[in-house]
């Protein structure tokens, strides 16, 4: 058994990282929108094919701008799911929004597109869809609703670089979304770092002067004015060019990342299966026309002592092992800003039975044989009671 343990996650590394930081501070950009800013927005455009992209410095920066973009006002409504990061609602209640909490569905662990309409009032202004683990929410279904009752619709594709929906890009779909690029996703700008998308023309040239701390400074580099000025609200939400330099590394080796992931997500997938066929493991569902990313491998236990009782025999064999979010609706703020809308039937009852384990780009063929022979020897042996 090796001595030194497994971590969870670790950043992705490509090799150039140094000397794409190294050539951003010799081109005299470091404040940012800089040749690599340039590369990496060119390079997002044509893979997505959106109408625009803005590098910003955490996906959480491109949540707030959604929520300036579409005005949000106090009293507004937002529904979103519970199971997310504290940033999806923390953006909204920023403007003064109060969070409406919608159940997820328990195969994807992503917002029940169903429960939606149920929750909307005349207060509604938007939907935020989380796109759990990479893997899409029912999309068709929640435009046609946000389309009928006239609502914005934000995609929260934090974890979603390189997913799809039938065919489109998660985050390309919604008016509105976002990714992050910390150093736990599939691809990271050096610690933090977010992208902010543009499905909706109308948003484009504000969402530029809220980016620029509400002036017009894009457009004075653009030569469109002889000097820039505050026009708008806005905030900081440009990242560095270093940030930038080290995130096209990994772009420049976006294929390869993603494949490797998905390399490892399905060595999971198969080596547990049988398992999973016996009862003792819920594996993580795809759903038919949709594509996943690899960002994170998980399996369901019986409830939250089974999965306590795993993650500590993972630890003693050095294995890093992970639950996830506490839903939000559950927590001191989510209770002041939020209310969860009708019953929580699988939000809280889901999440307790969720464990994560050990996935990430530069992981070894040797620890993940590892990971999976210490997850089946502790299975089976609660098999064979």
Known sequence: MKNQQIPFSKPTVTGKEQQYIEEAIKSGYLSGDGPFTKKCHQWFEEHLRCEKVLLTPSCTAALEMAAILIDIQPGDEVIMPSYTFVST?????????????????PDTMNIDENLIEEAITSKTKAIVPVHYAGVACEMDTIMEIALRYELYVIEDAAQGMMSTYK???????????????HETKNYTSGGEGGLFIINDKQFIKKSEIIREKGTNRSQFIEGIVDKYTWVDIGSSYLPSEIQAAYLYTQLENAEKINKKRLELWNKYYSELLELSKLGVIELPTIPAEYTHNGHMFYIKLE??????????????????????YIPLHSSIAGSEFGM???????????SQRLVRLPLYYNMSNSDSCLVIQIVVDYLNSKVNR
């Open 167 to 181: 065919g489109r890009p998660l985050g390309t779909i919604g008016h509105l979304g976002a990714f992050s690029f």
């Open 303 to 324: 409830d939250v002592d089974a999965r306590s009782k795993f993650i500590k025999y993972m630890r003693n064999n050095k294995v890093s092992a992970a639950f996830h």
């Open 89 to 105: 609602a923390n953006a909204f209640v920023l403007r003064g929004a109060k969070i409406v909490f919608v159940d997820i569905r």
């Open 340 to 350: 969860f809308n009708n019953d929580d039937v699988f939000t809280s009852k889901e």
